[in-house]
């Protein structure tokens, strides 16, 4: 497609349930990242991938998050046993290649809402 | 560690004024620099970015930003609004050019009146 595509657009979820949040990249696009982004805050990075490879998990909050782009492309970020401070927007963006040169293009997030 | 402030979270102008929407960084290397803006249940578009060369960057829909180094600041600015430019603007840094993480401000909602 001609952007980056996340789905769902909303989810709610009761505390302690799984959920899965796909993003798919611009075809080709090489490096993807996930942010958070809390209610009346900027997005916080999460985690980065370069192809399959997943680079930088730095800012996963806990182990109940994990991020997965087993082909190199579509990408899915899972969180386990849902607490209400998972409640979020959590943007998904990916670039042509790696480095700070090349620009992202932002998919319109998945908004979480824990109940 | 590096770290964003933007110094306003809303600021309100009224359409044809211009605008300042500030920020500044902390950070003990050389930094890139950039601002996105974010509409309504959009994701985040970018407007300019600083990388390197002239401190005074010009971005899209008429906004310029300048990188004061020694002030560690990148203000946003645009010398007439238009009501479609109510939007949330975020500054972003990143200390990483290998990969381009980065690190967004808090976000400065900017509400143009007719």
């Known amino acids: 497609g001609a952007g980056v595509s996340q789905s769902p657009r909303y989810k709610v979820a009761k505390r302690g349930q799984d959920v899965a949040l796909r993003c798919d990249p611009i075809?080709?696009?090489?490096?993807l990242f996930w942010y958070q982004q809390a209610l009346g805050q900027g997005p916080e990075f999460l985690t980065y991938?370069?192809?399959?490879?997943?680079?930088?998990k730095s800012g996963l909050p806990s182990d109940r998050f994990f991020a997965e782009r087993p082909e190199g492309s579509v990408s899915t970020l899972k969180i386990q046993r849902t607490q209400q401070e998972d409640s979020a927007v959590y943007l998904c963006?990916?670039?042509?290649?790696?480095?700070?040169?090349?620009?992202?293009?932002f998919g319109s997030g998945t908004r979480l809402t824990v109940v | 560690a590096q770290s964003v402030t933007q110094l306003d979270s809303q600021v309100p102008v009224f359409e044809e004024a211009p605008v300042e929407l500030r920020c500044n960084y902390s950070?003990?290397?050389?930094?890139?620099l950039f601002w996105y803006v974010q509409y309504p249940n959009q994701g985040l578009q970018l407007l300019l970015k600083y990388l390197s060369g002239s401190t005074l960057v010009k971005g899209i829909n008429g906004f310029e930003a300048e990188f004061n180094k020694s002030q560690t600041s990148f203000h946003l600015r645009k010398p007439s609004v238009h009501i479609s430019d109510t939007a949330e603007y975020f500054c972003a840094v990143s200390e990483v050019p290998q990969t381009g993480k980065l690190i967004f401000g808090q976000g400065t909602t900017l509400q143009v009146k007719p």
């Open positions: 075809s080709g696009h090489v490096s």
């Open positions: 950070s003990s290397v050389s930094v890139y």
């Open positions: 991938f370069q192809n399959e490879a997943q680079l930088d």
């Open positions: 963006a990916s670039s042509l290649a790696t480095g700070v040169g090349y620009g992202y293009t």
